[in-house]
């Protein structure tokens, strides 16, 4: 069926003596043109269909590539194959943060592992997040079997570098944006407190830093943040305390490598910071 | 001859540039079977690099910068992503050289005043121009185009575009708790003629502060792409970024460009399922 024969007979649909039979018969063709019109586009949305999942089947085919790469990487820096991660200036890392997906952080023997592993790359101070608090559950537990203390508190940041023992802070969601509120409700308090509920409050970042300080958000801004997840993504982790936090994502927790780690933090070691100048 | 050759340059660079066009229809067309990320965050990071790489002025790179950012917002727009936001100018960039902080001005109110007076993708793609940030911290004719550009695409409601200037996230979470207090202070000013005590017991809210964030308008990013293989935030969007993707490729912003920002759409794609977990949770 021509195209072209079909849209001369529809002109003829113009001439006022028209044949009925005839003029059936032209309806009939155009309304077969478009089912196939149709036709031709469930069959464009079916190959498009099928070209996504082929794009996204290769996407999956490097990275499992990649992953492959990554492992064999891990091995050999565990192994101590490259000279260049044998040393790195700890020192610079003066505080970590780990986030671990929720899912995965009721796998706590995983977590005391990571911690012992981080224990010997020489890491002192350790916060541990996740979303829903379940490292905060098991708290008891990953101390003891991590021979660390809970994080209590400095007072001046120089400090973090006298301690001896390994110390963990537990962090979950609602120390961020929760915190901000009741710190923002200190605040408010105390304005009222000194005759300021005629003036309009004006505070500055030094405030609300002293206000989260006291309401018992007293860890330090994170150096280096490793996510363990599915994907790079920092879940909510205090958003006060993460302006210049380095974010690297480690993969999930059930696939952690010990040359991983070690690449990650010889790698911060040697990030240099321009802090926006 | 000469004149014949260039008509000849003109017409092979306008079927380049159809070639081209259709190439990115047809892949923006497969991409548009998974899901399609509703708000974009870039960070622009590595203009001075790409100028240093490149031997040209320190002024170059940002203007190089500028036309990179031309070319992602149309593939955006075209990719259907309805929210874009720019980290023009952090408070920390203040620090930067005076004559620096100053070209970097000039440069600003230049651009800006081409986007609005000149026929450009700001009408093709019905954007509405949001500055997000510390406006104060401008100069006056910076803050005053600025201003003039928001008023112009007032009435565009096909997508946004937030450039943050004069922005960092801890003085956008400073400014919300501060106007959310004021909020509860003229709250309790009014409650003065009712019943003090009732006044004196309004408690601040996350809701109020999140309803005084900059970034209000605007629904919470799903890629943050930041240049130059740098990791970290720098200080932007740290509040929305709770559940959204980071990406850091290492091509300078300059050189950002159509197969970044694919690569980019198809990670999302990837672990869309997770991130949709997240949301619920948090």
């Given at each position: ?277 | ?108 109110q230049e651009k800006i005043y081409k986007l609005i007076e000149e026929v450009s993708i700001v009408d093709r793609y019905g954007i509405r121009i949001c500055f997000i940030g510390n406006l104060k911290l401008l100069k006056d004719s910076v803050r005053e185009a600025a201003e003039r550009a928001m008023k112009a695409t007032a009435k565009n409601s096909k997508s946004v575009l937030s450039v943050c200037v004069a922005y960092t996230s801890t003085d956008e979470i400073t400014h919300a708790v501060q106007e959310s207090c004021r909020e509860k202070v003229d709250a309790i000013e009014q409650a003065d003629s009712y019943n003090k005590e009732e006044g004196n017991n309004l408690l601040i809210n996350l809701v109020d502060i999140e309803k005084k964030m900059y970034m209000v308008a605007a629904p919470n990013p799903d890629i943050i792409i930041r ?56």
């Amino acid at each position: 069926m021509e195209n072209g024969s079909v849209l001369q007979e529809v002109k003829l649909l113009n001439d006022p003596q028209l044949n009925p039979r005839r003029c059936s018969q032209v309806i009939t063709m155009l309304l077969y043109m478009l089912n196939q019109g149709e036709a031709f586009s469930k069959i464009g949305k079916l190959g498009l269909l099928l070209l996504w999942h082929f794009v996204h089947f290769v996407v999956s085919i490097w990275y499992f590539a990649v992953g492959i790469a990554y492992m064999l990487e891990s091995y050999l820096v565990a192994s101590g194959a490259f000279k260049e991660y044998k040393t790195h200036d700890i020192a610079k890392l003066q505080y970590l943060a780990i986030v671990i997906e929720s899912g995965e952080a009721y796998e706590t023997s995983k977590v005391i592992t990571l911690l012992k592993w981080l224990a010997a790359i020489g890491v002192k101070h350790i916060c541990l997040y996740d979303t829903e608090g379940v490292l905060k559950k098991s708290k008891e537990t990953i101390l003891e079997n991590s021979n660390a203390t809970f994080w209590e508190g400095l007072d001046k940041r120089s400090s973090l570098l006298d301690q001896k023992l390994m110390t963990i802070e537990f962090a979950s969601f609602s120390d961020g944006k929760e915190a901000v509120a009741k710190a923002a409700n200190l605040l408010f308090v105390n304005h009222l407190k000194l005759g300021g509920d005629l003036m309009a409050p004006i505070f500055t970042e030094r405030n609300i830093t002293d206000a989260l300080r006291a309401i018992g958000c007293k860890g330090p801004d994170p150096d280096l943040l490793l996510v363990y997840g599915p994907a790079r993504c920092h879940l909510g982790f205090p958003a006060w305390r993460m302006r210049y936090t380095e974010i690297v994502h480690m993969g999930t927790l059930k696939s952690m490598k010990f040359g991983s780690l070690v690449k990650a933090i010889h790698k911060y070691t040697m990030v240099h910071q321009n802090y926006g100048r | 001859m000469e004149k014949d050759s260039n008509v000849g340059g003109k017409t092979s660079n306008t079927y380049t540039g159809y070639l081209g066009c259709l190439l990115r229809k047809c892949v923006f067309a497969t991409l548009s079977v998974g899901p399609i990320p509703n708000h974009l965050a870039f960070i622009m990071d590595g203009n001075r690099r790409y100028a240093k790489k490149h031997n040209l002025k320190e002024g170059a790179g940002h203007n190089a910068g500028f036309s990179a950012l031309m070319s992602l917002l149309q593939y955006c727009y075209e990719l259907g992503v309805q929210y874009v936001t720019v980290y023009a100018f952090s408070i920390d960039n203040f620090k930067r050289r005076p004559e620096e902080v100053e070209s970097l001005m000039d440069l600003m109110q230049e651009k800006i005043y081409k986007l609005i007076e000149e026929v450009s993708i700001v009408d093709r793609y019905g954007i509405r121009i949001c500055f997000i940030g510390n406006l104060k911290l401008l100069k006056d004719s910076v803050r005053e185009a600025a201003e003039r550009a928001m008023k112009a695409t007032a009435k565009n409601s096909k997508s946004v575009l937030s450039v943050c200037v004069a922005y960092t996230s801890t003085d956008e979470i400073t400014h919300a708790v501060q106007e959310s207090c004021r909020e509860k202070v003229d709250a309790i000013e009014q409650a003065d003629s009712y019943n003090k005590e009732e006044g004196n017991n309004l408690l601040i809210n996350l809701v109020d502060i999140e309803k005084k964030m900059y970034m209000v308008a605007a629904p919470n990013p799903d890629i943050i792409i930041r240049t130059s293989g740098e990791t970290r935030l720098s200080n932007f969007l740290l509040w929305q970024s709770a559940c959204s993707h980071l990406y850091s490729p290492s091509a300078l912003w300059p050189e950002l460009g159509f197969w970044h920002l694919v690569w980019a759409v198809l990670n999302f794609q990837r672990d869309h399922w997770y991130f949709e977990k997240i949301k619920k949770q948090i």
